[in-house]
């Protein structure tokens, strides 16, 4: 499963790398993200085209991501300096419809792999649709902006009400890799990232974001940082193999268990 760390610092993108991290992503997105998100506990991101060149420069191993804007009037330039740049992967955001994708096809022209972040109800409604658009290398669902469209209480009734199987079932019959979400580090969070990671491997994800939690290994010196974001991923790699080699009842086991704390965090929230 390949692991996804945003950053623009090219310190932290080197460590990640040396960590085994399989890809650092740049956030240039900030088109409506703010009118979506302001006030809710995210981050905005503060990454520019600035960024790519110095992040360029220290990932031999690693992957580089960008996620680009929305198609807007100033996208042809946008994608031709991620292309100019040598960016492996080109993600868009909040795609509505098939036109969108096919527009953001067209101006990477194959010279990146592309990556769709399926993160509006409309795009989930058009899937097929837009499925059907030649050139599309992968799909990642995006929990967030796609529970707040739906009007949920929490990201992760997606996934335990049976949405993103439902996508991954689509993108896959279409022989297009899959992924979705974030995850935190192994001991932490109040939905385990044993119980998700578990998901992932059910549903034959084949990607996922490390969540902001990850940016607390930097909090002490560098070699602290290298040597804890080592022992993150190592933990994370042995866990997917265990879960891999285990039976398939466990993960069914597991995935009743992300249902019913799902629940019980919907419960909570709506009392408060």
Excluded: W
């Amino acid at each position: 499963m390949d692991l996804i760390f945003i950053t623009n610092d090219p310190l932290k993108g080197a460590v990640a790398q040396e960590a085994g991290v399989d890809r650092v992503m740049i956030d240039l997105e900030i088109l409506g993200k703010l009118e979506r998100q302001g006030g809710l506990d995210t981050v905005i991101s503060k990454h520019t085209a600035a960024d790519i060149v110095p992040m360029r420069r220290v990932l031999d191993r690693s992957q580089l991501l960008v996620r680009v804007n929305p198609v807007h009037p100033d996208s042809a330039s946008e994608i031709e300096t991620c292309v100019g740049a040598r960016v492996d992967i080109v993600m868009l955001p909040m795609f509505t419809g098939r036109d969108e994708v096919a527009r953001f096809l067209d101006l990477v022209a194959g010279r990146a792999r592309t990556c769709l972040l399926l993160e509006t109800p409309q795009a989930f409604v058009r899937m097929d649709d837009i499925l059907a658009c030649p050139g599309i290398d992968e799909v990642h669902v995006g929990l967030n902006d796609l529970h707040l469209g739906m009007g949920l209480t929490f990201m992760f009734e997606l996934l335990s009400h049976g949405v993103v199987e439902q996508i991954g079932r689509a993108v896959t019959h279409c022989g297009i890799k899959f992924g979705f979400g974030g995850v935190g580090r192994l001991s932490a969070g109040p939905l385990s990232a044993r119980l998700i990671l578990s998901e992932h491997v059910r549903l034959g994800s084949t990607q996922v974001l490390l969540s902001r939690d990850f940016q607390k290994v930097f909090d002490g010196t560098e070699a602290q940082a290298r040597a804890a974001f080592k022992t993150e991923v190592a933990g994370i790699r042995g866990y997917l193999d265990e879960l891999r080699c285990g039976p398939r009842e466990r993960l069914e086991e597991n995935a009743r268990a992300v249902r019913r704390v799902v629940d019980g965090i919907v419960q909570q929230k709506r009392r408060a």
